[in-house]
Structure formats: structure tokens, C-alpha cells
Nanobody, 117 residues
Framework: QVQLVESGGGLVQTGGSLRLSCAAS????????MGWYRQAPGKQRELVARISSGGRTNYADSVKGRFTISRDNNKNTVYLQMNSLKPDDTAVYYCNVKEGVWAVDYWGQGTQVTVSS
């Protein structure tokens, strides 16, 4: 089993910044892709950003140029730097990790990000 602990959410004004962190621990063989998803009230969970084990990234169109995903493989940690935040970014943000040869999905507990107008 892999445990994911997220941190860094909170309340920020429009145009502000936040940095989310997600640390993986437990029975880790190898971590493949790491990513962040978000779910706003009444909406489906959506991909925000993802980073492969080799460092290749992809982003949702709505966050390109504002958010940056990175990872520290030595610490099994993924980060999401969020700049120029907008009220539409308000959601619960979930960390996702794919672990092992079967790329088993693990999810964090979620962290609330609220952007006030």
C-alpha cells in the first residue's frame, strides 16, 4: 500500500499563488506518473497536470501558463505551483500516483483550494 499526504491548500485572493505538495510513502516499488486532479462542487473530477517518471508534463488547457508541476524522485513527492489563481480554480485538489509495474492508482485525501474574487 502507498499512502499519500497532501498539503498546501487554503484560501487566496484572485491573482494569488499557492503551492501544493504530495508525499508518497509506504510499500513503494516504483512510482510512475504523478499528477494532480481537481473536483469543483457539482462537477466531475478533472486532470489538472501530470508528470511522468521521466519528467514529461502535460496540463489542462485552463491552467497552462499558470500552473507548474514538478517532482522530487528522491523524496517521492510531487508539487503543484499555482500562480495567477482565479475563482474558477476553486476546488478540492487530489494527488494521484501510479505505482509499480501495473501502474496501480493511489489517491490523496484531497486539499481544498479556494480563490476569492
Amino acid at each position: 500500500q502507498v499512502q499519500l499526504v497532501e498539503s498546501g491548500g487554503g484560501l487566496v485572493q484572485t491573482g494569488g499563488s499557492l503551492r501544493l505538495s504530495c508525499a508518497a510513502s509506504g510499500s513503494i516499488f516504483s512510482i510512475n506518473a504523478m499528477g494532480w486532479y481537481r473536483q469543483a462542487p457539482g462537477k466531475q473530477r478533472e486532470l489538472v497536470a501530470r508528470i511522468s517518471s521521466g519528467g514529461r508534463t502535460n496540463y489542462a488547457d485552463s491552467v497552462k501558463g499558470r500552473f507548474t508541476i514538478s517532482r522530487d524522485n528522491n523524496k517521492n513527492t510531487v508539487y503543484l505551483q499555482m500562480n495567477s489563481l482565479k475563482p474558477d480554480d476553486t476546488a478540492v485538489y487530489y494527488c494521484n500516483v501510479k505505482e509499480g509495474v501495473w501502474a496501480v492508482d493511489y489517491w490523496g485525501q484531497g486539499t481544498q483550494v479556494t480563490v476569492s474574487s
